[in-house]
């Protein structure tokens, strides 16, 4: 997820990319960029300033935008995915003398196969980057036909992609096309904008118009005329947005949380999606020998807070799917017990900014130790993503709230593709199994969605447990591992003391703290552990506790057992930490929001924990 901007108008094009990006920063800040055309000089250069880093670091190169000539341009702030955060990697690109110059926001999954065959017709690249086949690829096809050249590249293009577009020889004139990344154009006083979101704009309009899959726009100064794919002209509606900058980057949700919470579908779906091919899982980007993934004896896993909680799933999974022994490890834990590990062993970790102090002191314990580390990152180009020997990158974008939801979900995905990835290689799956389970994979987002259309049953619970003293978390399996996440959750946002135990732990001590009136979540996802968790449910019931059960669709007797029910839609078994934990994330969002606490930046806590 990156921001991207565009202006063409009567004004300096430059200070007004930059204020823009400032609003979409949100989006993504590793790198940024701007190109501008100078249509006031005879042969209206296109200058191009790029930076690594904060787009401070842009506004200082340009001198708040002062230096670069010109009324129009566009302009980018990073997220990375293809190519670390560099200069020569940030945005825009351009193809050769510049004559045509691209921003865009989103991935292109066929990028590799394009690259070689431009690279084979004469082009040559300069960065590592997705976008810069889609520069080439509109030269490729320019014959003095703007509309034409994108009508045909993108076409060609796989994957999602919102795109900005200067051409040399159309002069204060930008293009813009999309598909699945999202694109909104504005009609201002002084000229007309595109942009990724809202937010860049709402300074200078709230005249704007959504663009579909698909449409080509092309603005001037003074016109903005929307084009079919078949290069039909279009007529379409614009309206006037009501929402306050800040709104606007929270995409109207009163939180980042809340945000990214109803992110997760599209985040899950950018993360499985291209590593999904005919029914099977392609994991070939990690570059495992086949022979590295079949002479494993054994998994080490590691990681902190919430990733360790992905962790113990994964870890039930991996060894279920694939009958590798897995160890899980807090990451703070691992170095000092001086782990015995034995040849033959992978070590994963798994982080979302990349930069958690214990995870990479735990995986450069290992490394230290001759094992191999592959990562699970959902930052590029961070300490983590670029000292492990093998990255699988979660593409969740970035994350703002301190309470990890989106890049959670995209870390169980990447689990659950990695086991399916060693399972087939292994044969410990037949490849009815595989194609099966790849299907439940696909399902996931749609079944994600479906869960957050019942958020207002959920608040209604939450704000009825809002002033609990203790909530406790109960499970078997994967659910004891979603019931560990569900508590944490709860604890970083509400403050509540919580909780999360082993169901069948329960009567060796800690049943105890359970009194009348204790809320208590029961998590009932397993088949094969339905019933005894139900019983464990039973057992803090008769000593007075209120019983939220969370179970899936066809379980219908835990209502004689529980106070409260939540369904989830039926999944795979393994799957269901990936929906089960919905649910969990909007008690503890409503539960913080009941208490009037800071949801998106909790006390004492910060997003990356960079020392030990
Ligand atoms: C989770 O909501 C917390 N922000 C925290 O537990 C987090 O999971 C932990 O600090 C690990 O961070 P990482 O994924 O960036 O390594």
Redesign the pocket.
């Known amino acids: 997820m990156c921001g991207i901007i565009g202006y063409t108008g009567k004004e300096k094009a430059c200070p007004i990319l930059l204020d823009g990006l400032r609003h979409l920063e949100y989006r993504g800040y590793d790198s940024a960029g701007v190109a501008v055309e100078n249509s006031d000089r005879e042969d209206h250069p296109i200058e191009i300033v790029r930076v690594k880093g904060r787009l401070q670091a842009l506004t200082e190169k340009t001198n708040d935008g002062a230096s670069v000539e010109g009324r129009c341009g566009i302009g980018h702030t990073r997220w990375a995915t293809h190519g670390e955060p560099t200069e020569l990697n940030a945005h825009p690109h351009a193809a050769k003398d510049r004559r045509v110059v691209v921003v865009h926001n989103g991935i292109i999954e066929n990028f590799q196969e394009l690259r070689e065959v431009l690279t084979r017709r004469g082009y040559e690249f300069h960065s590592q980057t997705d976008t810069e086949v889609v520069a080439h690829l509109l030269d490729a096809y320019y014959q003095g036909d703007a509309l034409d050249a994108i009508a045909r590249a993108v076409t060609r293009l796989r994957g999602t992609f919102a795109l900005g577009i200067l051409f040399r020889e159309e002069p204060g004139v930008i293009y813009a096309v999309r598909k699945d990344s999202p694109m909104i154009i504005g009609r201002a006083e002084s000229g007309n904008l595109i942009a990724s979101d809202v937010p860049a704009i709402l300074k200078y309009t709230r005249n704007v118009c959504y663009v579909k899959d698909l449409e080509i726009v092309r603005l001037t100064e003074d016109s903005i005329r929307f084009f079919s794919i078949d290069k039909e002209e279009i007529q379409k509606e614009f309206t006037t947005v009501q929402w306050d900058a800040d709104a606007a980057e929270k995409g109207g949700y009163a939180h980042f949380m809340l945000k990214e919470i109803h992110e997760q579908p599209k985040a899950v779906a950018d993360t499985i999606h291209p590593r999904l091919k005919d029914g099977r899982v392609d994991l070939s980007e990690l570059g495992f020998e086949e022979s590295e993934i079949a002479s494993l004896r054994r998994i080490q896993m590691a990681?902190?807070?919430?990733?360790?909680h992905v962790c113990v799933t994964g870890s039930y999974v991996l060894e279920k799917l694939t009958g590798i022994p897995v160890d899980v490890d807090l990451a703070s834990e691992f170095r000092y017990r001086e782990p015995v590990i034995e040849p033959n062993t992978l070590m994963v970790v798994?982080?979302?900014?990349?930069?958690?102090a214990d995870?990479l002191a735990a995986m450069r314990y290992a490394q230290q130790k001759g094992v191999p580390v592959l990562a699970i990152v959902?930052v590029v180009g961070s300490s983590?993503a670029r000292e492990a020997d093998k990255v699988l990158y979660t593409w969740a974008g970035p994350e703002i709230a301190?309470?990890?939801?989106k890049?959670?979900s995209t870390?169980l995905a990447a689990c659950y593709l990695l086991a399916l990835y060693i399972a087939q290689i292994r044969g410990t799956m037949t490849d009815e199994a595989i194609s099966s389970h790849v299907e439940e994979l696909l399902s996931l987002p749609g079944k994600i969605e479906r869960l957050l259309e019942e958020k207002e049953r959920i608040q209604w619970l939450a704000n009825k447990f809002s002033a609990e003293r203790d909530i406790f978390f109960i499970g078997r399996g994967l659910d004891y591992a979603s019931s560990m996440e569900g508590s944490?959750?709860l604890k970083?946002i509400s403050y509540i003391h919580s909780e999360a135990y082993a169901a069948g732990e329960l009567k060796h001590g800690t049943i105890s703290l359970i009194e009348k009136g204790t809320l208590v979540v029961g998590v009932a996802t397993q088949p094969q552990l339905v019933e005894k968790e139900i019983s464990n449910m039973v057992e803090v019931r008769s000593r007075g506790a209120c019983v939220l059960g969370i179970t899936s669709y066809g379980n219908y007797t835990i209502e004689d057992h529980d106070d409260f029910t939540i369904y989830i839609p039926k999944t795979a078994d393994c799957f269901y930490p990936s929906l089960v934990v919905i649910p969990l994330q909007l008690l503890a969002y409503y539960v913080s929001l009941a208490r009037g606490l800071d949801v998106d930046k909790p006390r004492n806590?910060a997003?990356?924990?960079t020392v030990e």
């Not at 990681?303 to 360790?308: F, M, N």
């Not at 798994?350 to 958690?356: F, I, N």
């Open positions: 990681a902190c807070g919430s990733a360790y798994v982080s979302q900014s990349g930069e958690t995870t959902n983590i301190v309470a990890t939801t890049a959670y870390q944490l959750k970083e806590l997003k990356s924990v």
